[in-house]
């Protein structure tokens, strides 16, 4: 049990640090959709709203050197799914990489490293978590946040997502891990598929792997340096296929 509390502390720990003073990124500025540089916390979730009813789409393809994972977008959480919609079609995730990686934990990715790193407006989306439906189940697809002291509302970061991987849990073990009453469905799949319910409630779940989990669960697998990043970097891109 306290493998998996440290585990979440340490990818909670890794989404509350700001990201390092960075490069531009280069932008589609031919692609239809809000000025990504002109959003704040304020007007990005009437922008994005109004962008995903107009552009919708509910599946991406992450693409790296590992293989491709395949995700499907929740139509509840349609801030969030907007966001990574508009960002996938500007490219602006194909200059980022998976740079925290915990075993057996989750994947994280939506940065790069020094000099080839993002300096993207960091506008921030309002949570929608939606806790009875959608969970850190194995294959999850979240957002990681920064600067909680700073962020009492909880506002999601628009570019840092993540994959949860987990291992299996006997109801015992799923409940302790979490405040939240866990419904008899949840314990069941934490029990036979696995996750991490210690991040239930805290973070916005907005999709989830249907394709290429072995994918994930490689990545998760690979040696990393000792803030998580892969010894390897491990490139991606983002590509809206419905």
């Known amino acids: 049990?306290?493998?998996?509390?440290?585990?979440?502390?340490?990818?909670?720990?890794?989404?509350?640090?700001?990201?390092?003073?960075?490069?531009?990124?280069?932008?589609?500025?031919?692609v239809p959709?809000?000025?990504?540089?002109?959003?704040?916390?304020?007007?990005?979730?009437?922008?994005?709203?109004?962008?995903?009813?107009?552009?919708?789409?509910?599946?991406?393809?992450?693409?790296?050197?590992?293989?491709n994972i395949r995700v499907k977008l929740y139509d509840d959480t349609p801030i969030h799914r907007a966001n990574f919609?508009?960002?996938?079609?500007?490219?602006?995730?194909d200059e980022t990489m998976f740079n925290r990686v915990v075993k057996n934990?989750?994947?994280?990715?939506?940065?790069?490293y020094n000099a080839r790193t993002i300096r993207l407006k960091r506008y921030r989306l309002p949570p929608e978590i939606r806790g009875t439906t959608h969970y850190h189940?194995?294959?999850?697809?979240?957002?990681?946040?920064?600067?909680?002291?700073?962020?009492?509302g909880r506002l999601s970061s628009n570019t840092d997502f993540y994959?949860?991987?987990g291992e299996k849990l006997t109801p015992d073990q799923s409940q302790a891990m979490t405040r939240r009453q866990l419904t008899?469905?949840?314990?069941?799949?934490?029990?036979t598929q696995g996750g991490v319910p210690a991040l239930d409630g805290l973070y916005t779940v907005f999709g989830e792997v249907v394709e290429g989990q072995d994918v994930v669960d490689n990545i998760s697998n690979q040696p990393v340096e000792s803030d998580k990043w892969p010894v390897e970097d491990i490139p991606l891109k983002v590509e809206?296929?419905?």
């Open 184 to 191: 008899p469905a949840q314990t069941k799949v934490y029990a």
């Open 240 to 242: 809206v296929v419905k």
């Open 105 to 112: 934990f989750a994947v994280q990715g939506g940065q790069t």
């Open 85 to 93: 919609l508009l960002l996938a079609r500007k490219g602006v995730f």
């Open 1 to 30: 049990m306290n493998r998996f509390l440290f585990a979440g502390l340490a990818l909670l720990a890794a989404c509350n640090q700001t990201p390092p003073p960075t490069a531009a990124p280069v932008v589609r500025k031919d």
């Open 137 to 152: 189940k194995k294959g999850a697809l979240g957002m990681a946040r920064y600067d909680d002291e700073q962020n009492p």
């Open 163 to 165: 994959l949860v991987v």
């Open 33 to 67: 959709g809000p000025d990504i540089a002109a959003l704040t916390d304020s007007t990005a979730p009437a922008a994005l709203l109004a962008y995903g009813k107009q552009y919708p789409g509910s599946e991406v393809l992450i693409k790296t050197r590992l293989g």
